[in-house]
């Protein structure tokens, strides 16, 4: 069965620095994978996707990922976090583009003045 | 419309209670689907409709648990007898379905938030 793990329940930055939130996937093949963002009393707004193209994949507010098939995993990056892009992060898989899509635990993401 | 409709917003049901929540996706789009989004995690998968039939309800937790599309675009999810276990947030999706799917990711709403007392 699909499944998703995200490394980190919770992430602070300082504004500025760095993001990086871990996303690994088991599946038996390459999947179509997802970054959504949640922000609070919102529904899930699409980040970015991975459909078997480029392995780097580039996504709305500066938020890109790579797809690494040896490591099974789609992290999302950006280099320089906003206070804006505090909010839930959730990665998701989908074995096929017929099946249902897999959501991973999330990560909440603080970013700190 | 320009985005994915639910509604109620905020449902407070009292534990026993039916209710009855509803999704209206975006005109033409073809697959929907109800995740059910418990506080602190990440959405659960409940059920699956391609216009009216109702592929995948494997997601559903209990027989308490009814969605329908009857004519292929407003879908409803219906609990019935509601319990405390059954606070959420339900979330729809809606997406072109088929083939085009996963091109395009899934357009949520912003959810009904249910509280049973």
């Given amino acids: ?113 | 419309g320009a985005g994915v409709s639910q509604s109620p917003r905020y449902k407070v049901a009292k534990r026993g209670q039916d209710v009855a929540l509803r999704c209206d996706p975006i005109s033409g789009h073809v697959s929907l689907f109800w995740y059910q989004q418990a506080l602190g995690q990440g959405p659960e998968f409940l059920t699956y409709f391609q216009n009216e039939a109702q592929l995948d309800k494997s997601g559903l937790p209990s027989d308490r648990f009814f969605a329908e599309r009857p004519e292929g675009s407003v879908s409803t999810l219906k609990i019935q007898r509601t319990q405390q276990e059954d606070s959420a947030v339900y979330l729809c999706a809606s997406s072109l379905g088929g083939s085009q799917g996963a091109n395009y990711g899934y357009t949520f709403g912003s959810g009904t938030r249910l509280t049973v007392v």
């Fill in chain 1, 1 to 113: 069965a699909q499944s998703v793990t995200q490394l980190g329940s919770h992430v602070s930055v300082s504004e500025g620095a760095l993001v990086l939130l871990r996303c690994n996937y088991s599946s038996s093949v390459p999947p179509y994978l997802f970054w959504y963002v949640q922000y609070p009393n919102q529904g899930l707004q699409l980040l970015l996707k991975y459909t078997s193209a480029a392995t780097l994949v580039k996504g709305i507010n500066g938020f890109e990922a790579e797809f690494k098939k040896s490591e099974t995993s789609f992290h999302l990056t950006k280099p320089s976090a906003h206070m804006s892009d505090a909010a839930e992060y959730f990665c998701a898989v989908q074995k096929t583009s017929y099946d249902k899509v897999i959501f991973g635990p999330g990560t909440s993401l603080s970013v700190i003045p």
